[in-house]
């Protein structure tokens, strides 16, 4: 509990401790009997009472009590007899509170008894609860969940709510319950505009100031600064989703043959037209990137016209590692029954969004910029040469030169992020800006200057200011809050070493931004690269920066060919948005198992260069299990196990690699230098889940 000091442990504790076990087993025993033998006499009902006043968290002994009463409760008839039953339930809940007063299962039992309506409810009673316990504990969260859900039941008005939390807040600045209730409250009465919340800069501007009194007050709680980030991104971000980025950009032409063979049979890049790898297999994928993750993407608010006609209907996923609906990223595959033509064929493919509620953010607000795009899918001949152009003839040697030759810059990729800026934005933005560099300079007088939270938050600010900018031409400024906050990351490394690989990941959000957010500074990464007989790509090389983590994925969709190695990368997240991408080196990082891969499962990826990771070094790696289970894998993942166990493989060791290789369609792989590669097995299992591998560690096996 917040604020009580640790009891020291006493000898005679453990024997008390083997005695409350031992009383603990034989009631959980009798009662899982009573439960499965549906006995719901006064008896078992007192036997399953005294097992949650020892321990609160028997959650199957909560579920019987809720059997019982609904069982019990069709015996009676007279209003006093039911409401006397519910009152006895609730009591239990009270006692079991005492004892634990965060206990999960006794405030979802009380929760429910509520929601069943059996009974008039007695609020003054229930806040008299909570405020009990409040003056207890005023930071305990299950108390102000059960307050908020009190106040809903009851129709409270949520400006009523927020003066309660002023309130707290008056008698301790250091209740992070209250400032988060607060935010809750807060966002809500914005999004509804109810009267007096119509302004949010006016709002915001109130409670910059409330905050700022609290962190001065004692700038080491921690209270005030969650508050102040919140704050922070209210402020810095717009109020709805904007689709800033997407593949293909406008205007783009896409073909296959956009390589043609110069005087010495060479195959170079064409000046007026990108060359679409994917188009070899018939696809052409579409990809939306929103500032905010979002759901509700479907062909009745997605709109796509074209003269072609497509194999099949057009159906719209997030490209998500998570299964919340959610995604900053969508795509569609059209997919081209017949690629090949007597004539060389251009259509033209239009892509129109406009405003719409069914488009709509975490926080409730919907898509409200109409956006159009156009692109053209240029289709070659049966006898185009562009059809023998294998990428995979000899294996990619990314160390060697004479695998690719270079040929300049890509020339024809849109570099900008779609113009989504209104006159309303960029009004906001002057406003943000205004506040945000007040309270720079408010914080860079703020006494103690080694308060980490100082460092962050003023780091934090400077990239909201530089967000703010992206939105307008302020280049040289936007360079300058990127430069001033990556200095305060690097201080942060030194000054608070157990939050290092924290800061180590913002630092390398930040160095991705400035790498990428002008073409005169990315280009020097970028490359059109081409292979005798093969298919100008465009590549990019980012090795060596120290990035521990990928970020402004939207400026790269265009991206083919992609160079991460010899860094610090942990995670490779945001990859899955990289939709044109065919061969990628992020050998010599951090990797430490299969499942961190999981964004490749979502591209079409062909050469994959993993070599000199952490794969299979840690004997104890709990990011393995950071995906599903492989036991909530349906047909085609149990066939794949079943695939293995035919070649005697040890599908429990080797469940994230299976799942991996069986997702994608490699054709070349390095996997040389991780500790899973000198396993016995391994080499059958990849072998055996990728059919189209031709080139393994540098040697062909097909």
């Known amino acids: 509990m917040h604020g009580q000091p640790r009891r020291p442990k006493q000898p005679e504790d453990d024997a008390a401790a083997a005695a409350k076990a031992a009383k603990l087993r034989e009631l959980q025993v009798q009662v899982l009997h009573n439960h499965h033998t549906c006995t719901y006499t006064e008896e078992a009902l007192g036997l399953s009472f005294k097992l949650l006043e020892i321990n609160p968290e028997a959650y199957t002994a909560w579920n019987y009590r809720k059997l019982a009463l609904q069982h019990n409760l069709k015996e009676l008839s007279d209003p006093e007899a039911i409401k006397s039953s519910v009152d006895a339930e609730l009591r239990v809940v009270e006692l079991a509170l005492r004892q634990n007063p965060k206990s999960y299962g006794a405030w979802y039992h009380r929760k429910w008894l509520l929601n069943q309506k059996l009974a008039p409810v007695d609020f003054k009673r229930e806040y008299g609860l909570l405020d009990k316990l409040l003056k207890v504990d005023a930071r305990n969260f299950h108390g102000w969940n059960y307050r908020r859900f009190l106040a809903k039941f009851m129709g409270v008005p949520e400006e009523k709510e927020l003066q309660y939390t002023m309130d707290k807040i008056g008698e301790n600045f250091s209740n992070y319950s209250a400032w988060h209730n607060r935010s809750i409250l807060l966002s809500n009465l914005l999004i509804q505009r109810r009267e007096g919340f119509e302004s949010k800069q006016k709002i915001f501007s109130e409670e ?191 160390s060697s030169s004479e695998s690719f030759q270079s040929h300049g810059k890509p020339s024809c990729v849109a570099f900008d992020q779609l113009n989504i800026t209104s006159a309303l934005v960029q009004e906001e933005s002057r406003w943000n800006l205004d506040r945000l560099s007040d309270e720079i300079d408010l914080f860079r007088d703020l006494p103690d200057e080694n308060s980490k939270f100082a460092k962050l938050t003023l780091a934090r600010l400077l990239l909201a200011c530089a967000a703010i900018k992206s939105r307008g031409s302020s280049l040289i400024e936007r360079k300058g809050y990127c430069e001033e906050a990556l200095g305060f990351f690097s201080d942060l490394i030194n000054l608070d070493p157990s939050h290092k690989r924290y800061y180590e990941d913002e630092r390398s959000l930040v160095l991705m931004d400035q790498l990428t957010c002008d073409m005169e500074a990315f280009m020097k990464y970028c490359s059109v690269q081409v292979r005798s007989n093969s298919a100008p790509l465009n590549h990019v090389q980012l090795c060596r920066l120290s990035l521990t983590r990928i970020g402004f994925t939207e400026r790269m969709l265009w991206v083919q060919m992609l160079d991460l190695s010899h860094n610090k990368l942990r995670s490779i997240e945001g990859l899955e948005a990289l939709q044109q991408l065919v061969c990628l080196n992020i050998s010599n990082n951090q990797l430490s198992s299969f499942t961190s891969l999981e964004p490749l499962t979502k591209i079409s990826l062909k050469a994959l260069d993993l070599s000199f990771n952490e794969i299979g070094a840690h004997p104890i790696d709990t990011t393995r299990y950071i995906c599903s289970s492989p036991f909530s894998h349906k047909v085609e993942r149990c066939e794949a196990f079943e695939e293995c166990r035919k070649k005697n493989v040890n599908v429990e060791e080797f469940w994230d690699a299976i799942l991996f290789f069986k997702s994608v369609n490699l054709v070349q792989l390095d996997i040389k230098g991780n500790a899973v590669a000198d396993k016995d097995s391994f080499a059958t299992v990849v072998t055996t889940l990728s059919p189209s591998l031709k080139w393994l560690d540098g040697a062909c096996i097909h």
């Open 208 to 398: 910059f100031e409330l905050v700022i009194q609290a962190l001065f007050t004692d700038p080491s709680d921690q209270s005030g600064w969650f508050y102040h980030l919140w704050l922070l991104a209210q402020t810095s971000t717009p109020d709805n989703p904007q689709l800033i980025s997407s593949w293909p950009s406008h205007g783009a032409k896409l073909s296959l043959f956009s390589a043609r063979k110069n005087e010495d049979q060479n195959m170079v890049s064409s000046p007026s037209s990108i060359c679409c790898y994917s188009l070899k297999e018939g696809i052409i994928p579409i990809v939306l990137y929103f500032n905010d993750p979002v759901k509700g993407l479907n062909p009745s608010n997605v709109k796509l016209n074209s003269d072609f006609v497509f194999d099949k209907d057009v159906q719209w996923r997030p490209l998500a590692i998570t299964d919340s609906g959610y995604s900053n990223c969508w795509a569609t595959y059209l997919e081209i029954a017949n690629k090949d033509c007597s004539t060389p064929q251009q259509f033209s493919v239009e892509v129109s969004i406009p405003c719409s509620n069914d488009i709509m953010s975490r926080s409730g607000s919907h898509c409200n910029c109409h956006v159009h795009f156009t692109f053209t899918i240029e289709l070659g001949t049966n006898n185009d040469e562009a059809h023998d152009i294998d990428l995979f003839h000899d294996p990619i040697s990314w």
